[in-house]
């Protein structure tokens, strides 16, 4: 038996005022996208801003449905709505911002699986990285330079 090792590359910002004024702005759209979250069951917003390459800026929030499976993350909201509404347009970065309504998380938190495998699709897609930025409410944030370091194994149009 062979093994393969598996490394993957990550930086730690101390805190949102160690991001250049641009990301810190772009962060701070995250945060108000997480305040406006639709959670009343799991009771965990998420905020989701992202940079198109033309400089406009969007948000989502994740949205939940008393039929579980029928609800979508933040970061899947702002992804389909900028591939539907601005579909020539690449994605150069994405903001998040999640914690549970009754307590501040100073963890970042990534995107989930599902998360993943949409940014993969989208950064197949366009042949470009997407810088991913994800924090709590407070504290460190993460900063990956590609989707690739979250999914190391990534499933996508080559694997059809």
Same mark, same amino acid.
Do not use: W
């Given at each position: ?6 490394? #993957?590359?990550?930086?730690? +910002? ?5 991001? #250049? ?8 759209? *995250? ?7 639709? !959670?009343?069951?799991?009771?965990? @917003?998420?905020?989701?801003? +992202? ?9 989502? &929030?994740?949205?939940?449905? !008393? !039929? ?13 709505? *900028?591939? !539907? ?7 150069? /970065?994405?903001? +998040?911002? *999640? ?7 100073? #963890? ?5 699986? *599902?998360?993943?495998? &949409? +940014?993969?699709? $989208?950064?197949? /897609? @366009? ?5 991913? $930025? ?7 944030? $993460? ?13 996508? /149009?080559?694997?059809?």
């Amino acid at each position: 038996m062979k093994e393969v090792k598996v490394e #993957t590359k990550l930086s730690v +910002i101390e805190s949102i005022e160690e991001l #250049t004024s641009a990301e810190k702005e772009l962060m701070l759209k *995250a945060i108000q996208a997480r305040e406006k979250a639709y !959670a009343p069951y799991s009771r965990f @917003q998420v905020g989701a801003a +992202i940079l198109l390459d033309n400089g406009l800026v969007l948000e989502g &929030s994740n949205q939940e449905n !008393a !039929a579980y499976p029928s609800g979508l993350c933040a970061e899947r909201v702002v992804i389909f709505y *900028a591939g !539907a509404n601005h579909p020539f347009n690449k994605i150069e /970065k994405l903001f +998040i911002s *999640a914690s549970p309504m009754d307590r501040e998380l100073e #963890t970042p938190i990534p995107p989930c699986g *599902a998360c993943r495998q &949409s +940014i993969a699709e $989208y950064e197949v /897609k @366009q042949d470009q990285s997407i810088e991913i $930025y994800f924090m709590g409410t407070k504290g460190q944030i $993460y900063k990956s330079d590609s989707l690739k370091n979250l999914l190391p194994f990534m499933f996508d /149009k080559g694997s059809l």
